[in-house]
């Protein structure tokens, strides 16, 4: 590979490591060219999976910033998964293939720049689609609403109900005691 080239390798690896969101990493060796293009295809959407040269993936990640945490996994034959949409549904993508095809092999990855493990990957993989989460944060935002106009509207009614309260026991004060049934004077003269 000529210099130029592999300038030009490392400045398109580290505007991958900079405009993705996240990026796995893998160790392919033993997958077929059709067994890679099935993973290509499976992760189309979410995310662009690269085999890539060690030493020019550690220029790359250094220029980016991610030298410390990409560096330790690069070993062996590696290829990378660039993560441009859903990073639970790219790892998840990955995941099912690594189940399916056992020479696929996770070695980690990176998250807003922050390293992962693979338990950690696999902790990606098992989140809910991103549509599935924001229906149920629509749905807890939703139901915080409707308990907060409940309590608005509980408290005139519980007002009138007070001040219902209050009117009765008014009139039932102004109201004239009804005069005690005092004994008969007369009889008690005649002794």
């Known amino acids: 590979m000529a210099n130029a080239e592999k300038t030009a390798a490392v ?22 060219v059709a067994q890679l293009s099935e993973l290509r295809g499976s992760l189309k959407g979410n995310a662009t999976f690269t085999v890539v040269k060690n ?9 980016a910033g991610l030298g410390d945490q990409v560096g330790p ?27 399916a095809n056992p020479l696929l092999v ?29 229906a149920k944060l629509a749905g807890a935002m939703k139901a915080s609403m409707a308990g907060a106009a409940a309590t608005f509207n509980a408290l ?9 309260a209050l009117r009765a026991k008014r009139e039932a004060e102004a109201a004239p005691a009804a005069p005690a049934d005092t004994p008969d004077t007369e009889t008690q003269t005649q002794d």
Do not use: C, H, W
Not at 11 to 32: M, N, Q
Not at 73 to 93: E, R
């Open 11 to 32: 400045e398109e690896l580290t505007g991958k490591f900079r405009a993705s969101s996240g990026a796995v990493l893998t160790e392919y060796r033993g997958l077929t």
């Open 55 to 63: 030493t020019l993936t550690k220029l790359a990640a250094t220029e």
């Open 73 to 99: 996994m690069l070993s062996g034959p590696s290829a990378i998964a660039f993560v441009d949409g859903d990073v639970a549904q790219a790892a998840k993508g990955l995941l099912d293939f690594a189940k």
């Open 106 to 134: 996770i070695k980690g990855g990176v998250l807003d720049g922050k390293p992962l493990t693979v338990a950690e990957v696999g902790k990606l993989a098992d989140l809910e689609p991103r549509d599935v989460l924001l």
């Open 156 to 164: 005139p009614t519980q007002l009138a109900l007070l001040a219902d």
